[in-house]
């Protein structure tokens, strides 16, 4: 191997600097110096050098575009800070709504007082940035030099796809390319966010090229650059032509030069040699948003890549810090998406799928149409109501709208062009799964299948509810026990629970004897309940364990239940005719009533609870309403406790309310208490009058 002069590393480092210098002009600047020939001479000089002296090869080098060896699998990266999703919005009246929630926050919690560039929170300036249809990702450098790149993955942890992003030309690898970076200093530590979006001309030339070698044709841009980001051979990536904007910076260390608003970020990112979206622009108010929104609109379809919105983020940094973040959101910023496209199709029939809690949903089968990118055969009518409202036939001509660019569904019916022979649409009467009546409530939009214990398409659901903690506690059959069960076809109802055999368990994958024995155990130890955990567990609609305690400790004898109508029924303190409608309907299902004997023949019981004389219930007549965090008590223990005293337990407050319990961070209600003059208890006080009773 020859040993490399001192000319060779200097001609190396000139070479590596000088590409790095006309990347940034070419990405960054849009502003190329040389003819791509020159450019492509002097990249394929450092190739040969390298390869001559492989040890001056590094990973900032402006050769390690071209991809390496495939991986097996890609590595999981945890993010440092959450890489969020965000709101949505898509009318204009959203948007003020999001100005007026960041005004009404910001008076709140600051006074108004809260430095920066904002003087008057009456109008908020946004840094308007067109919302890519790409994919996101995160960059971290080390002393300036690409060190990891990685997805968005579930916002938490991501895919470490840093071999790919290193072969897309606009992202730097080394953080010296020019400007007035050269005059900054380059972070120890420094997170970029940004989008690999794959241009509309690089797009179609890639699927003309497909076409030709007989290949896959991909659906539209964004699915291209993300098939094209995870790709395990970073030598395909390379061939795909991709490119980058960074909007955001997530970590910076030292922090220095201070950044207080969005678009110094942009700007500063842009100074280091990252390419940033030129459409951006600082705008004021909610004014300002809707008019860049409605400017970019128009021109949509001249940008060189696909768009499907503008996010809006409010500008100033100390404004984003003092308003933060909700679970999955930052409050400071919103995308507002665009219309989704529309086209024209047949609606030629419609089902009714059944969901996991029993809900129908009308589904409408289409002669398959392209929009929005994809091919749409299917498309969700949503429900009865919104079928009534938009005056559906089978056969009629539908606008398919791609409802937030995702969900395919039917946006109304051009009525000049129905049929004779169009057939209107019809709830069906009975499960289109199990065949047990369907019930739906007055006033409510959805309809669903009575046959709970019963039904195959909420088999798992049910099981799951029916074996868990609160309900027959049969501990070792969670999500992943009861789904293995389902799919092999060993429990198709609740009562199969009971009769399952111990080497059909040490059947199943990763199932040994002492798992079985334990399991089995579980069960059998399950067997003796109680009345309320019972009901509770059958997972009769709105019957949560409140309502399964107030129904055992008034019928006492689960054949009264089965036999009491609908009247009988709302008799009983907290049941009001909704509920009492879904008591009578599970129980007219003999579906339902074949899986309860089952469940008591394989040996499940309980003691009947006994009459309770007038002393001992001394909380009768009394309502109790519970809000905030308890630390000594669960929420649904002390319910029971009260219930089993007799009181009631209300969910709003009202002049009528006995008591409030007070717990951390209680809300409203705990204000509604003191407007009412309610009397109030702390856990402390709770106890004491439980304990005392």
Not at 65 to 92: C, I, W, Y
Not at 254 to 266: C, D, G, V, Y
Not at 390 to 403: L, P
Request: glycine share 6%; proline share 5%; charged share 30%.
């Amino acid at each position: 191997m020859k040993k490399p002069t001192s000319q060779i590393i200097k001609q190396i480092a000139e070479l590596k600097k000088n590409l790095h210098h006309h990347n940034y002009l070419y990405y960054v600047l849009d502003n190329p110096a040389i003819p791509d020939s020159e450019y492509d001479k002097m990249f394929h000089e450092l190739i040969k050098l390298e390869s001559e002296y492989p040890e001056l090869k590094s990973n900032d080098s402006p050769t390690q575009r071209v991809g390496a060896a495939p991986l097996k699998l890609f590595r999981q990266v945890t993010h440092s800070v959450p890489m969020l999703s965000l709101d949505n919005a898509f009318e204009e009246h959203d948007i003020e709504a999001f100005e007026r929630r960041i005004i009404e926050r910001l008076k709140k919690s600051t006074g108004g007082n809260v430095g920066g560039s904002v003087s008057n929170l009456s109008t908020i300036r946004y840094m308007a940035e067109p919302k890519l249809d790409g994919l996101a990702i995160t960059l971290i450098y080390e002393d300036g030099v690409l060190i990891t790149g990685a997805t968005r993955g579930d916002g938490t942890t991501g895919e470490d796809i840093t071999e790919n992003l290193r072969t897309i030309a606009s992202i730097p690898l080394k953080l010296e390319a020019g400007g007035i970076a050269r005059s900054l200093p380059i972070p120890k530590l420094l997170e970029v966010r940004g989008e690999v979006y794959m241009p509309k001309a690089g797009f179609h030339a890639l699927n003309e090229n497909a076409k030709k070698q007989g290949e896959k044709i991909f659906a539209n841009p964004r699915n291209a650059a993300a098939g094209s980001l995870r790709q395990l051979d970073s030598r395909i990536t390379a061939k795909r032509p991709l490119r980058f904007f960074a909007y955001a910076i997530a970590v910076r260390t030292p922090e220095k030069p201070i950044l207080r608003t969005q678009s110094e970020n942009l700007e500063y990112l842009k100074a280091l040699g990252f390419p940033v979206c030129p459409e951006n622009k600082v705008v004021e108010g909610k004014e300002g948003c809707l008019k860049f929104y409605h400017a970019l609109q128009k021109r949509r379809d001249k940008l060189p890549y696909e768009i499907d919105g503008v996010v809006y983020k409010v500008d100033d940094l100390a404004l984003q810090l003092a308003l933060g973040f909700v679970s999955r959101a930052p409050r400071w910023a919103i995308a507002h998406k665009f219309p989704a496209e529309e086209m024209l199709t047949e609606l030629l029939e419609v089902e009714f799928q059944v969901g996991r809690t029993g809900s129908l949903t009308p589904v409408a089968r289409l002669k398959p149409v392209f929009v929005g990118g994809a091919t749409v055969s299917n498309a969700t009518l949503h429900n009865m109501d919104e079928i009534a409202r938009k005056d559906i036939h089978i056969g009629d001509t539908v606008i398919i709208r791609r409802a937030g660019d995702v969900i395919p569904e039917v946006a109304g019916v051009i009525k000049d062009r129905r049929p004779k022979q169009a057939k209107a649409i019809t709830l069906p009467k009975t499960c289109p799964i199990c065949h047990s009546a369907v019930e739906r409530e007055e006033g409510e939009a959805v309809a669903r299948c009575t046959g709970g214990l019963f039904c195959p398409a909420q088999r798992k659901e049910t099981i799951r509810h029916f074996a868990n903690r609160r309900a027959m506690d049969i501990e070792g059959l969670g999500i992943k026990m009861v789904d293995m069960l389902v799919d092999v076809d060993m429990l198709k109802t609740v009562a199969d629970i009971y009769h399952l055999k111990k080497k059909e368990l040490e059947s199943l994958e990763r199932m040994g004897e002492k798992s079985a024995e334990n399991l089995l155990k579980a069960i059998e130890d399950s067997k003796k309940t109680t009345f309320a955990k019972f009901l509770y567990a059958l997972g009769i609609r709105e019957v949560g364990e409140t309502t399964a305690l107030v129904l055992a400790n008034h019928f006492r004898i689960l054949d009264k239940l089965i036999a009491a109508d609908e009247d009988e029924l709302q008799r009983i303190p907290d049941v009001g005719p909704v509920v009492a409608g879904h008591i009578a309907a599970f129980f007219s299902e003999s579906h339902n009533l074949k899986v309860i004997d089952r469940l008591l023949k394989a040996g499940v019981y309980w003691e009947t609870p006994k009459v309770k004389s007038s002393s001992e219930q001394p909380l009768k007549g009394q309502t109790f309403v519970l809000t905030g965090a308890l630390q000594n008590l669960t929420r649904e223990d002390a319910k029971e406790k009260l219930i089993a005293l007799g009181a009631s337990v209300s969910e709003s407050v009202s002049k009528k309310t006995s008591y409030v319990v007070v717990g951390e961070n209680a809300g409203s209600k705990l204000t509604k208490a003191e407007s009412l003059g309610v009397p109030i208890l702390d856990e402390a006080e709770l106890l004491k009058l439980l304990e005392k009773r």
